[in-house]
């Protein structure tokens, strides 16, 4: 099970002019395709008078990825910005480049090429970060064992997140999904239970 995947802190400009057109390209992290949908409206809002605002993004978690060329010949525009996503290999994130035409075509290879290398170029200029996938454990432990679930803490593995004291001292563990059952084991030889 892949329970890690990279994609970037924030959002990230970087702006090249090639044959007089002016290219802007935007990355920017993303949740879903409708919190992506949203800031592309707020692009072209910002950006009402460009020729064209093409796009791709590409989610982890139901592996979704589309991509518009926005007017630019088939094949053109957003295939090759997705390209640039997947050979970064980022997830949750999309890229919006902005065009100003001008003047001078590039011929379907130059454009693709534009596109391309321009989205890559941003996407080297973000920060890459780790996510991962958790499940929350919730387990029981005693008084004289408080030193031994301490002791399970593996950052990024496991995550300590809550800790109730009480009756019963319950702690709550973020583990990350491929390595659950290895800590469920844990829990047991330890005798622990599991809520």
């Known amino acids: 099970m892949n329970d890690h995947y990279r994609t970037i802190a924030g959002s990230v400009e970087f702006r090249q002019k090639i044959e007089?057109?002016?290219?802007?390209?935007i990355a920017f992290?993303?949740?879903?395709?409708?919190?992506?949908?949203?800031e592309l409206e707020q692009i072209a809002k910002r950006h009402f008078d460009a020729t064209h605002r093409c796009w791709a993004f590409r989610l982890f978690q139901d592996g979704r990825s589309r991509s518009s060329d926005a007017g630019e010949p088939s094949g053109t525009a957003g295939r090759p910005i997705l390209s640039a996503i997947e050979?970064?290999?980022?997830?949750d994130v999309a890229v919006v480049i902005v065009r100003?035409?001008?003047?001078?075509?590039?011929?379907?290879?130059?454009l693709s090429r534009a596109y391309r290398d321009t989205a890559a170029e941003t996407l080297r200029k973000a920060e890459a970060v780790?996510?991962?996938?958790?499940?929350?454990?919730?387990?029981?432990?005693?008084f004289d064992r408080?030193?031994?679930a301490y002791r399970l803490?593996?950052?990024?593995?496991?995550?300590?997140?809550?800790e109730?004291?009480?009756?019963?001292?319950?702690?709550?563990?973020?583990v990350r999904r491929s390595l659950r059952d290895e800590f469920a084991q844990a829990l047991a030889a330890r005798r622990f239970t599991l809520r």
């Open 20 to 25: 007089r057109s002016d290219f802007l390209a």
């Open 29 to 38: 992290p993303i949740a879903n395709e409708d919190a992506f949908f949203e």
């Open 87 to 91: 050979g970064a290999d980022l997830f």
């Open 100 to 110: 100003w035409f001008g003047g001078v075509k590039l011929g379907t290879g130059g």
């Open 130 to 142: 780790d996510r991962y996938l958790y499940d929350r454990l919730r387990v029981v432990v005693p």
């Open 146 to 148: 408080l030193s031994d």
């Open 153 to 162: 803490v593996e950052p990024p593995a496991v995550l300590l997140v809550e």
């Open 164 to 174: 109730q004291f009480g009756e019963t001292n319950e702690f709550a563990f973020d």
